[in-house]
């Protein structure tokens, strides 16, 4: 099997670890070749591939393909492999599951399967995925700027035009900021490139890379950014049909010189003088909104982003109000990113502080999963509370939505910031108003978990 999810920290492992179970309890051999942040790790050989009855994929991200060729091979999403373990296995014994077929031009990766919607998903999917080392490590670096200069200047003691410069002031804080701030500039370009990537293959990339660098310098920003990156894809697409009829000769040279010199061109104009102006026009009047927001406007804002953070834990719904808090943050808006923290953070800890207080509702080996979720609820690592979600959704998602709702909503009611787009507790120096973002945090979870002590019922071992 293989499973790979955009993020590559959490869902790619929990899946392995699903398929290996469901596989140890029906006597099955299996292997799992993890594509997670790190690399690709316990990668599969032809030899093993070749001996393979089936192949199961569950990745919500691109995978290499090619090597499956004429073998029998399931494919369906990370999630899956956490939550339907046992019917994958069953599906992979029963002998009928379809062989695939490669592509037969040779390819890195293959195309999203499934629905139109999946397909975008995935093509957005791969962007964020590449998107996020540097969106972490920047953000944090400029973070850290901040706070060096918070506790090495008293800014009631400076003059205006000094205090504008804050995060800059001390030496130390400046070269943080400058080296985060380089990371935190390839965001949007690898956004776009690594969509582009994923429809159009290499040649994509390039063209993506000159629409995302287009959309940072000017004012379409985040939104931008996607845009151009479908854009780069479909007219690699679009290319191809037009150069399919080329001799020979000239086909060959197409990748390294027509498709850049006429894609980068069609790429370039149509952002300049139809995605840009519009597009800007969204951003900017979306942004302002966004920061003249005030009272009960920004609390429900916080309220929709933390929710969204806990209604499927990692699916599409939480990598979407997480895009959002890290776009927000780009353009200087940090409360967004502070709730959608807050959030993310809650239904771990929830559910850990359930195990412990609401014993009798836990079987011995859910208490001992509960103890590790106080870890993953302080790290920012909302996929913790998937194992519980899974077993009894109707009682778990809804207690984690309204606690994480009530922390987002009091993380902007307190005007609570925050600079580094993740790392929890660990990155609490960087919060503006860390004592009442804790204590927004602390007051979502203790709801979670009140509500799901009550809804859930005494286990019998």
Not at 149 to 166: C, I, K, Q
Not at 360 to 374: A, I, M
């Amino acid at each position: 099997a293989v499973t790979a999810c955009p993020t590559g920290i959490a869902h790619t492992y929990m899946a392995a670890e699903g398929l290996e179970k469901a596989a140890k309890a029906k006597n099955c051999t299996i292997k799992v070749e993890t594509r997670g942040s790190g690399g690709a790790k316990n990668v599969l050989t032809e030899e093993e591939i070749a001996a393979a009855d089936c192949i199961i994929v569950a990745a919500d991200t691109q995978v290499p393909m090619d090597r499956f060729h004429g073998k029998p091979v399931i494919s369906c999403h990370v999630a899956d492999g956490i939550s339907k373990a046992e019917e994958l296995l069953d599906e992979a014994i029963s002998g009928k599951v379809p062989l695939y077929q490669a592509e037969t031009k040779p390819q890195e990766t293959v195309k999203a399967s499934g629905s139109v919607g999946h397909k975008i998903y995935m093509q957005l999917m791969n962007g964020v995925s590449h998107m996020l080392p540097f969106v972490v490590g920047g953000g944090i670096l400029i973070a850290i700027a901040f706070l060096i200069d918070g506790l090495s200047v008293d800014m009631t003691t400076l003059p205006a035009e000094m205090r504008a410069n804050f995060g800059t002031i001390t030496p130390a804080a400046a070269l943080f900021k400058q080296i985060g701030g380089v990371a935190f500039a390839f965001m949007l370009p690898v956004l776009a490139g690594f969509i582009a990537m994923s429809i159009g293959d290499r040649p994509g990339l390039a063209l993506g890379f000159v629409g995302g660098s287009i959309a940072a310098s000017g004012s379409s920003g985040f939104l931008g950014a996607l845009v151009a990156g479908f854009l780069a894809g479909y007219t690699i697409v679009f290319l191809r049909k037009i150069f399919d009829k080329l001799p020979e000769a000239l086909e060959k040279i197409a990748p390294v010189l027509l498709y850049p010199l006429f894609g980068i061109l069609i790429v370039g104009l149509i952002m300049y003088f139809v995605v840009e102006p519009p597009v800007g026009a969204l951003n900017t009047a979306m942004n302002t909104a966004l920061t003249n927001m005030s009272g009960t406007s920004k609390v429900l804002l916080g309220i929709l982003v933390a929710g969204m953070m806990s209604i499927d834990m990692g699916g599409p719904f939480n990598k979407a109000a997480y895009v959002f808090g890290t776009a927000q943050l780009a353009e200087g808006n940090f409360e967004v990113m502070a709730a959608v923290m807050a959030g993310g953070m809650v239904p771990p800890l929830a559910i850990a502080l359930c195990t412990t207080f609401f014993k009798k509702k836990f079987t011995e080996k859910e208490r001992q999963s509960g103890v590790v979720n106080y870890i993953m609820g302080l790290s920012f690592i909302t996929e913790g509370a998937i194992p519980f979600a899974a077993q009894d959704p109707l009682r778990v998602i809804p207690s984690c939505l309204a606690g994480a709702a009530v922390a987002g909503g009091l993380s902007m009611a307190f005007g609570c910031t925050l600079r580094a787009p993740h790392g929890g507790l660990f990155v609490l120096p960087t919060i503006g108003n860390p004592v009442m973002y804790l204590a927004a945090v602390v007051i979502g979870a203790v709801v979670g978990c009140v509500i799901l002590g009550i809804l859930k019922k005494n286990v019998e071992e």
